[in-house]
């Protein structure tokens, strides 16, 4: 075995928690089985983690020199910026997929450009699948400012920073998101503001669909799901990163998986409501209709109604209001899309 997979072994057989990483608030469930490794597979972790950073730092590095004019044109600056990452930032995604062997089947008609969206979070791996299919702005817990690697990235993909911490600080959030969307971009929030073992979509934290509510803008939704082959770890382990589970540990079994299989639902028509706890147990509601769990069950639409009574009982159903997609949009989920097979295993 090489020095490199050797090193990588010893970090799943004493995995520690990356910088910064709070995994889980108190009172949630423990997390997966632990990710495994065959010796076998070793090789090809390795060599999906060196790809996978040699493909970041290109793209990076690739990103910086396109933003270099812009210094000369402060002014012009942030949407300039803006549109070079916008470029970037599927071809980073669609790159990073063949490199992890992960095929994405999508459903239903994206949201336009400078679109509010929310869905479902079950892992790290969202990012690059949802990057894959359209550019986005994703709004992130603030330690992930401080990953080594990853960090950086993400500042460098216009990741909004919202501090849980501080209450104060959603209004600063909630500015930066309607300045992103107001220069073209999608913003993408994960209501959850947590990750799940992909059982249900937990309930949702309204606080960052405030603006949305009093402005009686759409908001739009997708639902994520993972399927890993038969003979192999569950996605529920190797895929869903939640609990306490240990990142390096997790992500070098995710590279040690041989396919992964994504599904992604875009909503048939996005919603509103005057209320932002209103408008999140709805959105909610609506999702979990179209939501794949994990097990391969489907979520019964009125299974969640104990878990999120808020829009019952602070209004009317016909407060809430699906809103028609512009000319050229309207789209049924409908089928599901594959892309095209990956050049891996």
Known sequence: MSSAASSAKQAVDNPRVAPGVARRPPGTEAGPARPQVPPARWPVVVARGLATLS???????????????????????????????????????????????????????????????????????????????????????ADLRRWPFWGPMASLGGTIYVDRATRRDVLRVRREMGEAMARGDSVIVFPEATTSGGDTILPFKPALLADAAEANTPVFWLTLSYRTPPDGPAARDQVCWWGDANFLPHVLGLFALRRVECTMRFGDRPL????????????????????????????SPGAERTASPVAERSAPRDSVRSVPRASGQSAPPGPVRKAPPDSGE
């Open 272 to 299: 509103r409501a005057g209320n932002r706890k209103v408008l999140a147990a709805e959105l909610r509601r609506v999702m979990m209709g179209d939501f794949e769990p994990t097990a391969g069950r489907k979520a």
């Open 55 to 141: 493909w970041t730092a290109a793209i990076a590095a690739l990103l910086l020199v396109l933003w270099v004019p812009t210094v000369f044109r402060p002014r012009s600056a942030p949407v300039l910026r803006a549109r070079a990452r916008r470029r970037l930032q599927p071809v980073w995604g669609r790159g990073l997929m063949r490199v992890l062997g992960v095929r994405v089947a999508t459903a239903g008609q994206p949201p336009p450009a400078g679109a509010l969206i929310v869905s479902n979070h079950l892992s790290y791996l969202d990012i690059p699948v949802l990057d894959s299919v359209m550019p986005m702005v994703f709004v992130a817990r």
